[in-house]
């Protein structure tokens, strides 16, 4: 939407600026946003009949003719701008030969970069851009200047972060031209680096599917939206961040979840290897969502959640924005229009920098103020851990090594090791295989636990080999899950620690009878602060199938 909105505050000095992708899909409304305010606009791009073309109907613009990825030099000569804007992109696999022409004339530089490598590199450059006394600011979009900004808002009186997720969904109707599909395809299906239970993780792109729902206090919701993995630059700045190096998810997608999926199923022929990227069909993508524009709604939707302890209580923080009436895409361009004034003014300080810690949300509130978009925080009532839940009152009189693993608000990670004994009988040894229960011998030990609404999925890994078991509260007791197995426990607290006592199994929902079902009376303990564990698994008849203990500490590589 680029008719004007009330309340635009003029610049104290009317100045020019050059914005490259002046006419896409966001540079458009970042001309006409800046136009509005007086300053004089060069509209660039690689057409100039179609920069002459948007100039026409708005004032205080000028057409020019230029190519991001070419010599711009002739073009700073001639029309000697005082801030150069980069809209065009895509920022994924570019290099920093625009930035450093800037550089070199002594031009303000400052973009909408969403690309991961691009707005985390350049630092790179600040010795230069320091030197030649000029601001150089990466990713003055989205992500990460809006979301650093909630991320930030939302931490103020945390104590310990232990996740950070994020997610946006665009509507359907949202205006994507093909940089942005560009964008997206470049990084489908490839390897992402994420941190995860205290470390770092590899997973793919648009995998890890989530459903989300976008709740604001009043109004209508957006309910359950599906999104996956993307690459951004959040997933690399924030978790250095925090003394406690939080995990950090973000994922994207459309309202409409056939076009969330179809990415999905497109995704795995990159990951099997199959073909090198799916970026040359970023033509083609475009061309099938314009087909099904019609579809779905005009809502865009935004959420930052903070998942951690606040004075030594379980805390979950979410900031959430809808945008509305198709207003969604002005959001990308609101940190550059903040941060753009602040340039001119002479607010920021020189070198070369990311824009991901620069901004709070009071500096974004009178763009959402003039525009359908409302935004809130919330927090969450606290809740019980799921072994708290099983336990009761007597958890609190756990040692604080055992509370500390068995009170994960989201997502964490332990390491140690473990020492493995593997029972002899080759039925015991094929049990343990189907199950993938480790190897005999010496291990380092890593223990990743996964917190949801339901309950907690446990993935161990013994020197890399992994295997996984689903917990969650049945009754009153606590069910493991092991594919269609199912053991259902006990947990008396003893004077150092807890037990696992076996009070029945399934298969399926079939029950069956406890004097065949494996033995094992697993115990936790603390000793010298440390979380120490020995877990013995026995089959009737058989005999020992694995037998680990050890010991665990909290992950912060």
């Known amino acids: 939407m680029l008719a004007s909105r009330a309340g635009i505050s003029r610049p104290y000095v009317v100045k020019k600026i050059l914005i490259l992708g002046g006419y896409g899909g966001f540079g458009a409304r970042l001309s006409h946003e800046l136009a509005v305010r007086g300053h004089h606009i060069l509209v660039a791009g690689r057409n100039l009949q179609t920069a002459e073309h948007f100039c026409k109907t708005i004032a205080n613009t000028e057409p020019v003719q230029a190519d991001r990825n070419g010599e711009v030099g002739k073009i700073f000569e001639q029309h000697q701008p005082d801030l150069l804007i980069d809209a065009a992109g895509p920022f994924q696999n570019s290099s920093y030969a625009l930035v450093q022409q800037c550089i070199a004339a002594a031009i303000p530089y400052l973009d909408l970069a969403d690309g991961r490598d691009f707005v985390c ?3 790179a450059l600040n010795d230069t851009a320091t030197a030649t006394g000029i601001s150089v600011i990466s990713g003055a979009s989205s992500v990460p200047a809006l979301s650093g ?30 940089s942005v599909s560009r964008a997206i395809l470049s990084y489908v299906g490839q390897p992402i680096r994420i941190r995860r239970a205290g470390q770092w ?20 919701d957006v309910q359950k939206r599906l999104v996956g993995l993307a690459d951004v630059p959040d997933l690399e700045l924030v978790p250095s961040q925090f003394d406690s190096k ?29 073909i090198k990227s799916l970026e040359p069909f970023a033509t083609a993508l475009l061309s099938l969502q314009n087909m099904t524009r019609a579809l779905g709604s005009d809502v865009s939707a935004m959420k930052v959640e903070l998942f951690g302890h606040a004075n030594g209580q379980p805390c979950r923080k979410y900031w959430t924005l809808i945008a509305r009436e198709g207003d969604g895409p002005q959001i990308p361009t609101f940190a550059a ?26 500096d974004f509130q009178p763009l959402f103020d003039r525009y359908a978009i409302a935004h809130a925080t919330q927090t969450a009532a606290p809740e019980p851990s799921l072994y708290q839940k ?4 007597e958890f609190k009189k756990l040692p604080a090594s055992i509370e500390n693993l068995h009170n994960v608000v989201r997502d964490a990670g332990f390491h140690g090791t473990a020492q493995v004994t593997s029972g002899k009988n ?24 996964k ?10 890994s013994f020197s890399g080999k992994k295997f996984s078991s689903r917990l969650q509260k049945s009754e009153s007791h606590l069910t493991e899950s092991f594919g269609p197995f199912q053991f259902r426990f006990n947990l008396p607290v003893t004077e150092n620690g807890l037990t696992m006592e076996m009070a029945g199994w399934k298969f399926w929902f079939v029950p069956l009878p406890l004097f065949l079902a494996p033995q094992s009376r697993a115990s936790e303990w603390d000793e010298d602060g440390r979380f120490h564990l020995d877990v013995p698994i026995a089959l009737p008849v058989i005999g020992l199938m694995v037998h680990y203990r050890g010991w665990l500490v909290p992950s912060q590589k």
């Open 390 to 393: 099983v336990i009761g009152a």
């Open 121 to 123: 590199g350049i630092g």
């Open 337 to 362: 229009v903040v941060l753009a004034e602040k340039i001119l003014q002479g607010r920021t300080k020189f070198g070369a920098y990311h824009a991901g810690k620069l901004l709070t949300l009071s």
């Open 426 to 449: 080759p039925l015991a040894k094929l049990a343990a295989k189907i199950f993938g229960f480790p190897s005999a011998g010496k291990h380092d030990l890593h223990v990743h636990i």
């Open 246 to 274: 939080p995990a950090v998810i973000f994922r994207a997608g459309t309202e409409l979840t056939f076009q969330n999926c179809a990415l999905w199923l497109a995704s795995w022929p990159v990951r099997w290897g199959w």
């Open 451 to 460: 917190v949801d609404e339901k309950g907690e999925t446990w993935t161990r």
């Open 201 to 220: 993780q590899t997973s793919y792109g648009w995998h890890d599917l989530h459903h989300i729902s976008f709740t604001l206090p009043k109004g209508s």
């Open 149 to 178: 900004a909630a991320i930030r808002h939302l931490a103020s009186e945390v104590d310990h972060i232990e996740a950070i997720e994020m997610a946006i969904s665009a509507s359907n109707k949202a205006t994507a031209g093909p």
